[in-house]
């Protein structure tokens, strides 16, 4: 069965973690190809400024503040959205933070942590809560979750977030075959390192930088092709499938070398 490709006369995109970064450039990706784009972080003012960028591109963008952390919050929004403008036919599930969690010799922040998974895993389950009950009541839609590369396997320094998006990965896979047979599209955005705000501190190369506009296309044709894995840059990414197989002798070994780089 051929899983659904929503398009704009379809209904409204909603975007979470719309306010900078990926977010923000893939909703005005999506108001170029037609999409009224319902925009969703904490700050308002951030999102009106993002949808006055809109104003003479072929859809739209609207600011609708929110906190992914609080699910009553959420499901007033999608009840709110599905009411004004019509029912969501995509959403791209993308807010997320990369708060550090580990000093060198010192084990890992607990606090740093506990916020780490508060959005990137609880915040993204409170935003899929309400809006896939809509899309299953409909039997058609389409949901992007944002994980990342660094979700393949552990790596230094990323313990926290990257445990927060492999279990997105994980939880997309379990979920896919369950909202295919309630004809909703299911998909994972996994990103290498794009130029966005949450990358600007990083004080280490990272291999194949993307411009945050490349990076938006590819998850705008991804999301318009369909498949399950949408990610890049595709160099980076075959290089971490292949750490994925390697033995744990042989894998740590590599990654001590990598932990002397930053």
């Known amino acids: 069965m051929a899983l659904p490709r929503m398009t704009p006369q379809d209904g409204v995109a909603w975007i979470t973690g719309a306010s900078s970064g990926i977010g923000a450039a893939v909703a005005l990706e999506l108001a170029q190809r037609g999409w009224t784009v319902t925009a969703t972080a904490r700050r308002l003012d951030l999102l009106e400024g993002l949808a006055r960028k809109s104003e003479h591109l072929p859809g739209r963008i609207v600011a609708h503040a929110g906190d992914v952390t609080d699910a009553a919050a959420m499901a007033?929004?999608?009840?709110?959205?599905?009411?004004?403008?019509?029912?969501?036919?995509?959403?791209?599930?993308n807010a997320g933070v990369a708060t550090g969690t580990r000093e060198r010799?010192?084990?890992?922040?607990?606090?740093?942590?506990?916020a780490t998974f508060a959005v990137n895993v609880l915040g993204v389950l409170r935003s899929l809560a309400p809006v896939l009950p809509a899309m299953t009541r409909r039997g058609r839609?389409?949901?992007?979750?944002?994980?990342?590369?660094?979700?393949?396997?552990?790596?230094?320094?990323?313990?926290?977030?990257?445990?927060?998006?492999?279990?997105?990965?994980h939880f997309c896979e379990s979920l896919r075959g369950d909202c295919a047979a309630d004809g909703i599209?299911?998909?994972?955005?996994?990103?290498?390192?794009?130029?966005?705000?949450?990358?600007?501190?990083?004080?280490?190369?990272?291999?194949?930088?993307?411009p945050v506009?490349?990076?938006?296309?590819?998850?705008?044709?991804?999301?318009?092709?369909?498949?399950?894995?949408?990610?890049?840059?595709?160099?980076?990414?075959?290089?971490?499938?292949?750490?994925?197989?390697?033995?744990?002798?042989?894998?740590?070994?590599?990654?001590?070398?990598?932990?002397?780089?930053?």
């Open 105 to 114: 010799g010192r084990g890992f922040d607990l606090a740093a942590a506990e």
């Open 185 to 210: 599209t299911l998909q994972v955005v996994n990103p290498g390192f794009v130029v966005t705000p949450m990358t600007e501190g990083n004080g280490f190369s990272m291999p194949f930088l993307m």
């Open 213 to 262: 506009e490349a990076a938006a296309r590819r998850v705008a044709d991804g999301l318009a092709g369909g498949g399950f894995e949408i990610t890049f840059p595709r160099r980076l990414t075959w290089l971490l499938k292949l750490a994925r197989i390697l033995p744990y002798p042989l894998y740590f070994a590599l990654m001590r070398q990598v932990a002397r780089r930053i």
């Open 141 to 169: 839609g389409q949901i992007a979750v944002t994980a990342s590369l660094v979700g393949y396997r552990g790596l230094p320094g990323a313990a926290a977030y990257g445990a927060s998006k492999a279990a997105m990965i």
């Open 76 to 93: 007033g929004l999608v009840e709110t959205i599905e009411a004004v403008h019509g029912p969501i036919a995509l959403a791209f599930l």
